[in-house]
C-alpha cells in the first residue's frame, strides 16, 4: 500500500509538468506577435514620419499603420484562422480614420461600399461652414480619398459622409503655406483611387509557416519591402531611399538628401564640393598663415587623425562635409548647385519660426546619431535631439578665422549665412550639443564653417 501511495504521487508530479506544459504551450501558440518597425531616411538616419507600414502575407493585408514623428510604429499579427478582406469586393460599408492625423497638406481616409452609389463627402469648420464638398458615383469596391487642404488654416475640421455613414471623423490641420486670400470654400480636386483590398477591416491569419512580407511606403521614396520568417516579437529596421528625382547633385557628382520644411526646400547634409558652380577649382590645402590671411573662397577639411573612428580624408567629408570660409559663400561664381543658394540670414528664419522659435528649433534640426553611435554624431548628451523635420544638422565643428585651428567634430555645428556683419565679419546660425535652441551669431570671413543651400 505504501508502494501504491507512492506510485499514485509519482504520477501526479508527473503529470502536472505536462498539463502545465501543454497550458503553456496554448497560450503561446495564442499570442499575439508584436512587430516594433523603425523607419528611417537610408542615407541621412533622420526618422521618417507618415510612412505606410504593411504587413501581409499572400497578397493579404494583415495589419497597417503609419509611423510618428520618431519614425515608429508597431503592427500585430493575430493567430487567429479569421480571414476577413481578402481581394475582392466587401460585405459591409467600412470607413478608417484620417491619416496621416494631424497633417499639414493633405489627409486621406479608406472606404469601402457594397454597391454601386452616389457618395458624398462634406468637409465642414469647427463652426459648421462648408469648406470642400465633392459628389462620386461609385461601383462598389475598396477605394482611397484624399482630401488637399493646403490652402485652410490650422484648425480642426470635420468629415461626413452624409447619407452613407454617420461616423464623423475629426480632421486636426497643424500648418503648411496657406493663401489667405482664397476663399474657404472651395472645389480643389478630391483624390478618389480604386484599391483591390484595404486593411478595413485588419485582416489576421493563423501563422502557420510564420513567413511574413512588411511593406513601407511614403511619398519622395522608394517602395522598401522585405520577407522573413517571424515567429515572435520582432524588430525591423526599414532605411528607405529617396527617389532620384528628389536629390540634389553638385558640380563634383555628389549627391545630396534634400527636404522641404515648411514652404522652404533645404539641403539635409552639409555641402561637398570642391569646384564653383561654373568648374572653378575652389583653394584647398592652405596652411594655418595663408588660412588666416586670404581674401578669396577655399575650403578646408578636418583633420581626420583628430576624431576616434574617423581614418581618412575621404571618411571625414563623407560624414561631416567641408569648411569654407565666408569667401567662397559670397563668390559670383556660384557655391551651391543650380538652382540653389546660400541662404541669408533672414531666410533661417522661417526655418526657425516653423520649427516653434529658435529656443526648440535646434533640438527639431539635430541628428539623433550621439555617441557611441557611429559617425556622423553628436557629442553626448545631444539634448533634446528629435530631427523630426528631416534636417538632420551635423556637428561638422569650424576653423577659425585667426591662426587656422579646428575645433573639435561632435560638440557643435555652424552654417553660413550670405549677411555679412561689418566689413570683416559674417553671420551664421549654430547648433550645440548641450543646447535645445538654433542660435545665431557672427564670425570673422576667414572662419570655415559648414554649409546648407537653400532652393531657389
Not at 51 to 61: E, K, N, S, Y
Request: aromatic share 10%; glycine share 8%.
Amino acid at each position: 500500500m505504501k508502494f501504491l501511495n507512492l506510485t499514485l504521487l509519482s504520477t501526479k508530479q508527473t503529470l502536472l509538468p505536462v498539463i502545465l506544459a501543454l497550458l503553456f504551450s496554448f497560450n503561446l501558440t495564442a499570442q499575439d506577435v508584436s512587430i516594433h518597425v523603425f523607419v528611417h531616411n537610408h542615407h541621412t538616419y533622420a526618422p521618417l514620419d507618415s510612412a505606410h507600414v504593411t504587413i501581409l502575407r499572400d497578397g493579404i493585408i494583415l495589419d497597417s499603420s503609419y509611423t510618428g514623428k520618431d519614425g515608429i510604429t508597431r503592427l500585430t499579427i493575430t493567430p487567429t484562422g479569421v480571414e476577413k478582406m481578402k481581394p475582392g469586393l466587401p460585405n459591409n460599408f467600412s470607413i478608417s480614420e484620417n491619416y496621416p492625423n494631424p497633417f499639414r497638406d493633405e489627409t486621406q481616409v479608406d472606404f469601402s461600399i457594397t454597391e454601386s452609389q452616389t457618395v458624398r463627402a462634406v468637409v465642414y469648420t469647427i463652426l459648421g461652414q462648408r469648406v470642400l464638398s465633392e459628389e462620386l458615383s461609385l461601383s462598389a469596391g475598396y477605394y482611397s480619398m484624399k482630401f488637399p487642404m493646403s490652402h485652410l488654416p490650422t484648425g480642426i475640421y470635420f468629415l461626413r459622409f452624409p447619407g452613407v455613414e454617420q461616423q464623423t471623423i475629426k480632421l486636426m490641420k497643424i500648418g503648411g503655406d496657406v493663401r489667405y486670400n482664397t476663399r474657404l470654400f472651395s472645389r480643389v480636386n478630391i483624390q478618389v483611387t480604386q484599391r483591390s483590398s484595404i486593411s478595413l477591416p485588419m485582416q489576421k491569419i493563423s501563422r502557420q509557416n510564420g513567413e511574413y512580407t512588411i511593406q513601407v511606403e511614403k511619398d519622395r521614396y522608394e517602395l522598401w519591402t522585405v520577407t522573413k520568417q517571424i515567429e515572435s516579437d520582432t524588430e525591423i529596421i526599414a532605411p528607405l531611399e529617396l527617389l532620384a528625382e528628389h536629390l540634389l547633385t553638385d558640380i563634383d557628382g555628389n549627391v545630396y538628401q534634400t527636404v522641404k520644411i515648411g514652404a522652404q526646400w533645404w539641403m539635409a547634409e552639409n555641402l561637398r564640393t570642391t569646384r564653383y558652380r561654373n568648374g572653378h577649382a575652389i583653394s584647398t590645402g592652405l596652411d594655418r598663415t595663408a588660412w588666416s590671411n586670404t581674401t578669396s573662397g577655399a575650403y578646408a577639411i578636418h583633420p581626420h587623425d583628430e576624431v576616434d573612428g574617423i581614418n581618412s580624408d575621404e571618411e571625414m567629408v563623407d560624414a561631416y562635409g567641408k569648411l569654407y570660409n565666408w569667401y567662397a559663400v559670397d563668390d559670383h561664381r556660384g557655391l551651391c548647385p543650380e538652382g540653389w543658394r546660400v541662404p541669408t540670414m533672414g531666410e533661417w528664419s522661417p526655418l526657425i519660426n516653423y520649427l516653434g522659435d529658435w529656443e526648440v528649433a535646434g533640438g527639431k534640426l539635430k541628428s539623433t546619431y550621439t555617441e557611441p553611435d557611429p559617425h556622423p554624431r553628436w557629442s553626448s548628451p545631444n539634448k533634446a535631439a528629435t530631427n523630426e523635420s528631416g534636417f538632420s544638422g551635423l556637428p561638422g565643428g569650424s576653423r577659425g578665422g585667426h591662426g587656422g585651428g579646428y575645433s573639435s567634430i561632435g560638440p557643435g555645428g555652424s552654417w553660413w549665412s550670405l549677411t555679412e556683419y561689418g566689413t570683416t565679419n559674417a553671420l551664421y546660425r549654430y547648433l550645440s550639443y548641450e543646447l535645445s535652441g538654433m542660435y545665431g551669431t557672427n564670425s570673422h570671413k576667414n572662419s570655415g564653417r559648414s554649409v546648407r543651400c537653400i532652393k531657389e
